[in-house]
């Protein structure tokens, strides 16, 4: 399997609504290591036991052939599908994670097994609602660390698995869903776990595309599908040399909620030019419904 990301959220002036993935063609050429921005490590694993991580690179996509580091020395490659399998270490704790030649790290706890221990497989937190087009984390107990052994659905189709580990799934939801609620259902290695029901919402950027000018205040309007009720969205300048985003980066606001599901957030030119801003769902977890 190979995915392409459809990008870090909502993002303007280049319009993408998460980081996304879908397969592609085996035609297409892989994306260079010298590309990787965004490390996905579940932020639960297990000692001693499998988990599985993804890189992206800055379009979104898979990215084989990168080297990521971990703050115990450990150092693996990802494969040709943009992920790698590891086993956890030991001793239980906090490790960091991150790619080579970045800064950025990301933390992972190590949990004993005693911890992670089920019959079957059991779901304890998931998001209440989530993006169409952005990947979401849920947690429990029995998963697959291998990714690709868990089998994910939603509103019956299967899903993208990103990372892995017993307790925890990063997961991409099928291309063409509509939005509003959908269940979802996990397994692993014969193991089921009873069905639970998120919100599925599409965010729709409503503003000019013309380039910015400086000193020029225009608005962002997001509209909600899928959901009447107020949802909570952060706002990130990605080009700062360009315009400011009004009230600071990054910057979070409420959906008005009702049929009429808006949130609203300004930019300031600071020179002439186009403009990045993403925009993506906050996750607000709970016990699966």
């Given at each position: 399997m190979f995915a392409h990301a459809r990008g870090p959220a909502l993002l303007f002036a280049c319009l993408i609504a998460g980081v996304l993935a879908h397969r592609v063609s085996a035609q297409q050429p892989l994306p260079p290591a010298?590309?990787?921005?965004?490390?996905?490590?579940?932020?639960?694993?297990?000692?001693?036991?499998?988990?599985?991580?993804?890189?992206?690179?800055?379009?979104?996509?898979?990215?084989?052939?990168?080297?990521?580091?971990?703050?115990?020395?450990?150092?693996?490659?990802?494969?040709?599908?943009?992920?790698?399998?590891?086993?956890?270490?030991?001793?239980?704790?906090?490790?960091?994670?991150?790619?080579?030649?970045?800064?950025?790290?990301?933390?992972?706890?190590?949990?004993?097994?005693?911890?992670?221990?089920?019959?079957?497989?059991?779901?304890?937190?998931?998001?209440?609602?989530?993006?169409?087009?952005?990947?979401?984390?849920?947690?429990?107990?029995?998963?697959?660390?291998?990714?690709?052994?868990?089998?994910?659905t939603i509103a019956g189709q299967p899903a993208i698995v990103l990372a892995s580990s017993p307790t925890s799934l990063v997961v991409l939801p099928p291309q063409d869903l509509r939005p509003g609620p959908a269940p979802v259902g996990v397994s692993c290695a014969k193991r089921q776990s009873p069905p639970f029901s998120i919100t599925l919402v599409g965010l729709e950027l409503e503003a000019s595309s013309l380039p910015l000018k400086t000193g020029e205040r225009r608005a962002l309007s997001v509209r909600v599908r899928g959901t009447t009720a107020k949802i909570a969205l952060e706002a990130r300048n990605l080009a700062p040399e360009i315009a400011e985003l009004s009230g600071g980066n990054p910057l979070r606001a409420s959906s008005s909620g009702g049929a009429e599901n808006f949130a609203?957030?300004?930019?300031v030119g600071r020179k002439n030019g186009s403009f990045r801003i993403s925009i993506r769902l906050v996750p607000s977890l709970g016990r699966p419904q």
């Open positions: 010298s590309g990787a921005r965004m490390l996905l490590l579940p932020r639960r694993i297990v000692s001693g036991e499998r988990a599985t991580l993804a890189v992206l690179d800055v379009n979104g996509r898979l990215t084989p052939g990168v080297t990521v580091n971990f703050s115990n020395g450990d150092r693996l490659t990802t494969d040709a599908t943009g992920r790698a399998l590891f086993v956890a270490p030991l001793n239980p704790g906090v490790i960091f994670g991150s790619i080579a030649g970045r800064t950025e790290r990301v933390a992972t706890a190590i949990l004993s097994p005693g911890e992670a221990a089920a019959a079957e497989i059991q779901v304890s937190s998931a998001p209440q609602v989530a993006s169409l087009t952005d990947r979401f984390e849920f947690f429990g107990r029995s998963f697959c660390g291998d990714a690709d052994a868990n089998r994910v609203r957030f300004e930019v």
